[in-house]
Protein backbone atom coordinates (compact mmCIF):
# COMPACT_ATOMS: atom_id res chain seq x y z
CA UNK A 1 0.00 0.00 0.00
CA UNK A 2 1.73 3.13 -1.41
CA UNK A 3 0.50 5.89 0.68
CA UNK A 4 2.55 8.20 -1.23
CA UNK A 5 3.91 8.43 -4.93
CA UNK A 6 6.37 10.25 -6.91
CA UNK A 7 5.37 8.61 -9.73
CA UNK A 8 8.31 10.05 -12.56
CA UNK A 9 11.85 8.20 -11.45
CA UNK A 10 13.83 10.29 -13.01
CA UNK A 11 13.22 14.07 -14.41
CA UNK A 12 16.32 15.93 -16.37
CA UNK A 13 16.15 19.42 -16.63
CA UNK A 14 18.20 22.35 -18.52
CA UNK A 15 20.70 24.41 -15.90
CA UNK A 16 18.68 27.78 -15.56
CA UNK A 17 15.28 26.28 -16.11
CA UNK A 18 12.47 25.49 -13.98
CA UNK A 19 12.62 21.71 -12.31
CA UNK A 20 9.17 20.33 -11.03
CA UNK A 21 8.75 17.55 -8.85
CA UNK A 22 5.72 16.17 -8.25
CA UNK A 23 3.92 13.90 -4.87
CA UNK A 24 0.39 12.46 -4.83
CA UNK A 25 -0.89 10.64 -1.08
CA UNK A 26 -3.56 8.86 -0.39
CA UNK A 27 -4.03 9.49 3.08
CA UNK A 28 -6.01 12.43 4.07
CA UNK A 29 -4.69 11.97 7.71
CA UNK A 30 -1.53 13.34 6.55
CA UNK A 31 -0.81 16.87 8.20
CA UNK A 32 2.37 18.16 7.25
CA UNK A 33 4.75 17.01 3.95
CA UNK A 34 8.39 17.59 3.41
CA UNK A 35 10.93 17.27 1.20
CA UNK A 36 14.27 15.90 1.25
CA UNK A 37 17.47 15.70 -1.41
CA UNK A 38 19.64 12.79 -1.16
CA UNK A 39 22.95 12.37 -3.13
CA UNK A 40 24.58 9.04 -3.54
CA UNK A 41 26.14 7.56 0.11
CA UNK A 42 24.43 10.01 1.63
CA UNK A 43 21.59 10.72 4.17
CA UNK A 44 18.52 12.95 3.13
CA UNK A 45 18.81 16.55 3.85
CA UNK A 46 15.66 18.40 4.54
CA UNK A 47 14.99 21.11 1.76
CA UNK A 48 11.41 22.28 2.73
CA UNK A 49 8.16 21.35 4.54
CA UNK A 50 4.53 22.87 4.25
CA UNK A 51 1.64 22.20 6.74
CA UNK A 52 -1.74 21.16 5.13
CA UNK A 53 -3.27 24.24 6.49
CA UNK A 54 -1.16 26.03 4.04
CA UNK A 55 -0.98 25.80 -0.11
CA UNK A 56 2.43 27.36 -0.64
CA UNK A 57 5.66 27.89 1.22
CA UNK A 58 8.31 29.29 -0.37
CA UNK A 59 12.11 29.06 0.36
CA UNK A 60 14.58 30.70 -1.65
CA UNK A 61 14.96 28.90 -4.75
CA UNK A 62 12.47 26.03 -3.79
CA UNK A 63 8.75 26.11 -3.98
CA UNK A 64 6.67 23.97 -2.17
CA UNK A 65 2.93 23.82 -3.55
CA UNK A 66 0.35 21.99 -1.90
CA UNK A 67 -3.49 21.01 -3.02
CA UNK A 68 -5.22 18.81 -0.19
CA UNK A 69 -8.32 18.45 -3.11
CA UNK A 70 -6.02 16.33 -5.32
CA UNK A 71 -3.91 15.13 -2.83
CA UNK A 72 -0.99 16.38 -4.70
CA UNK A 73 2.06 18.01 -3.86
CA UNK A 74 4.82 19.37 -6.00
CA UNK A 75 8.18 21.12 -5.74
CA UNK A 76 9.37 23.89 -7.77
CA UNK A 77 13.23 25.01 -8.55
CA UNK A 78 14.09 27.82 -10.00
CA UNK A 79 16.82 28.48 -11.64
CA UNK A 80 17.78 25.22 -11.77
CA UNK A 81 21.90 24.56 -10.90
CA UNK A 82 24.04 21.99 -11.20
CA UNK A 83 23.98 21.29 -7.78
CA UNK A 84 21.02 20.49 -7.92
CA UNK A 85 21.21 17.20 -9.10
CA UNK A 86 20.20 14.24 -6.94
CA UNK A 87 17.27 12.10 -5.74
CA UNK A 88 14.67 13.99 -4.17
CA UNK A 89 12.26 12.43 -1.83
CA UNK A 90 8.50 13.38 -0.81
CA UNK A 91 7.48 12.66 2.65
CA UNK A 92 4.43 12.93 4.59
CA UNK A 93 3.53 12.91 8.74
CA UNK A 94 0.79 12.38 10.96
CA UNK A 95 0.15 12.38 14.41
CA UNK A 96 0.23 8.26 15.21
CA UNK A 97 0.80 6.37 17.92
CA UNK A 98 2.03 8.98 21.41
CA UNK A 99 2.11 11.20 18.53
CA UNK A 100 4.92 9.33 16.80
CA UNK A 101 5.19 11.59 13.53
CA UNK A 102 7.09 8.80 11.56
CA UNK A 103 7.59 9.92 8.05
CA UNK A 104 5.54 8.59 4.85
CA UNK A 105 8.21 8.45 1.95
CA UNK A 106 7.94 8.54 -2.03
CA UNK A 107 10.55 6.35 -3.91
CA UNK A 108 12.21 9.18 -4.89
CA UNK A 109 12.85 10.82 -8.57
CA UNK A 110 16.52 11.04 -9.91
CA UNK A 111 16.60 14.83 -10.93
CA UNK A 112 19.54 15.45 -13.25
CA UNK A 113 20.30 19.02 -14.19
CA UNK A 114 22.30 19.37 -17.95
CA UNK A 115 24.46 22.39 -18.30
CA UNK B 1 23.52 16.26 7.59
CA UNK B 2 23.11 18.60 10.94
CA UNK B 3 25.02 16.71 13.45
CA UNK B 4 23.27 13.12 13.60
CA UNK B 5 25.76 10.51 13.35
CA UNK B 6 25.58 6.76 12.79
CA UNK B 7 28.26 4.33 12.73
CA UNK B 8 29.80 2.26 11.77
CA UNK B 9 28.99 3.88 8.03
CA UNK B 10 29.75 0.55 6.47
CA UNK B 11 29.30 -3.06 7.91
CA UNK B 12 29.57 -6.69 6.26
CA UNK B 13 28.54 -9.43 7.89
CA UNK B 14 28.09 -13.47 7.04
CA UNK B 15 24.87 -14.89 7.16
CA UNK B 16 23.59 -15.85 10.75
CA UNK B 17 26.08 -13.33 12.29
CA UNK B 18 24.45 -9.97 14.45
CA UNK B 19 24.46 -6.50 13.09
CA UNK B 20 25.02 -3.78 15.57
CA UNK B 21 23.97 -0.29 14.28
CA UNK B 22 24.25 2.67 16.45
CA UNK B 23 23.14 6.12 16.11
CA UNK B 24 23.61 9.72 17.98
CA UNK B 25 21.12 12.14 17.79
CA UNK B 26 21.75 15.61 16.85
CA UNK B 27 22.18 17.87 20.38
CA UNK B 28 19.20 18.27 22.17
CA UNK B 29 17.14 15.82 20.24
CA UNK B 30 15.30 13.37 22.50
CA UNK B 31 13.49 11.78 19.68
CA UNK B 32 15.26 8.96 17.22
CA UNK B 33 13.83 7.45 14.67
CA UNK B 34 14.99 4.42 12.10
CA UNK B 35 14.41 4.23 8.81
CA UNK B 36 15.26 1.19 6.38
CA UNK B 37 16.39 1.87 2.53
CA UNK B 38 16.15 -0.87 0.53
CA UNK B 39 18.11 -0.62 -3.29
CA UNK B 40 16.09 1.60 -5.30
CA UNK B 41 13.06 2.10 -3.02
CA UNK B 42 12.10 5.22 -0.68
CA UNK B 43 12.92 5.31 3.45
CA UNK B 44 10.69 2.59 5.21
CA UNK B 45 9.59 3.59 8.58
CA UNK B 46 10.88 1.05 11.51
CA UNK B 47 10.68 2.78 15.03
CA UNK B 48 10.00 5.28 17.09
CA UNK B 49 12.63 5.87 20.21
CA UNK B 50 12.35 8.40 23.54
CA UNK B 51 15.40 8.07 26.17
CA UNK B 52 14.59 4.41 27.63
CA UNK B 53 11.34 4.01 25.58
CA UNK B 54 10.12 2.54 22.28
CA UNK B 55 7.05 4.74 21.20
CA UNK B 56 6.53 3.37 17.94
CA UNK B 57 7.65 0.26 16.60
CA UNK B 58 4.84 -0.79 13.88
CA UNK B 59 7.62 -1.35 11.50
CA UNK B 60 10.15 -3.15 13.21
CA UNK B 61 9.84 -6.96 11.74
CA UNK B 62 8.61 -8.81 14.57
CA UNK B 63 11.67 -11.46 14.88
CA UNK B 64 15.55 -10.70 14.97
CA UNK B 65 15.11 -6.91 15.10
CA UNK B 66 15.28 -4.88 17.95
CA UNK B 67 16.05 -1.28 19.13
CA UNK B 68 16.99 0.75 22.23
CA UNK B 69 17.84 4.03 22.97
CA UNK B 70 19.66 3.75 26.66
CA UNK B 71 19.58 6.99 28.89
CA UNK B 72 23.31 7.35 28.05
CA UNK B 73 24.58 6.31 25.27
CA UNK B 74 23.30 6.04 21.30
CA UNK B 75 20.19 4.12 19.89
CA UNK B 76 21.16 1.02 18.47
CA UNK B 77 19.45 -1.45 16.48
CA UNK B 78 20.39 -4.96 16.45
CA UNK B 79 19.79 -7.70 13.96
CA UNK B 80 20.43 -11.06 14.78
CA UNK B 81 21.23 -13.86 12.35
CA UNK B 82 20.95 -11.89 9.70
CA UNK B 83 20.18 -12.75 6.32
CA UNK B 84 20.60 -11.53 2.65
CA UNK B 85 17.16 -9.56 2.61
CA UNK B 86 18.99 -7.74 5.27
CA UNK B 87 21.34 -5.89 3.38
CA UNK B 88 20.20 -2.25 2.96
CA UNK B 89 21.17 1.67 4.28
CA UNK B 90 19.93 2.01 7.37
CA UNK B 91 18.88 5.92 8.64
CA UNK B 92 18.61 7.30 11.76
CA UNK B 93 16.71 10.87 12.35
CA UNK B 94 16.54 12.63 15.14
CA UNK B 95 13.94 15.48 15.85
CA UNK B 96 14.03 18.06 18.63
CA UNK B 97 10.49 17.23 20.47
CA UNK B 98 6.88 16.02 19.54
CA UNK B 99 5.85 19.75 18.35
CA UNK B 100 8.58 19.54 15.48
CA UNK B 101 8.04 18.13 12.27
CA UNK B 102 11.57 18.83 10.37
CA UNK B 103 13.53 15.22 11.07
CA UNK B 104 17.37 15.45 10.82
CA UNK B 105 19.04 12.41 9.21
CA UNK B 106 22.84 10.99 9.86
CA UNK B 107 24.71 9.29 7.04
CA UNK B 108 23.42 5.77 7.47
CA UNK B 109 24.98 2.39 7.76
CA UNK B 110 25.25 0.60 4.25
CA UNK B 111 25.08 -3.33 5.44
CA UNK B 112 25.88 -5.64 3.19
CA UNK B 113 25.63 -9.82 4.04
CA UNK B 114 27.38 -11.94 2.34
Known amino acids: DQQVKQNSPSLSVQEGRISILNCDYTNSMFDYFLWYKKYPAEGPTFLISISSIKDKNEDGRFTVFLNKSAKHLSLHIVPSQPGDSAVYFC??????????????FGQGTRLTINP | NAGVMQNPRHLVRRRGQEARLRCSPMKGHSHVYWYRQLPEEGLKFMVY????????ESGMPKERFSAEFPKEGPSILRIQQVVRGDSAAYFC????????????FGPGTRLTVT
Open chain 2, 49 to 56: LQKENIID
Open chain 2, 93 to 104: ASLAGPSSYEQY
Open chain 1, 91 to 104: AASGRGIQGAQKLV
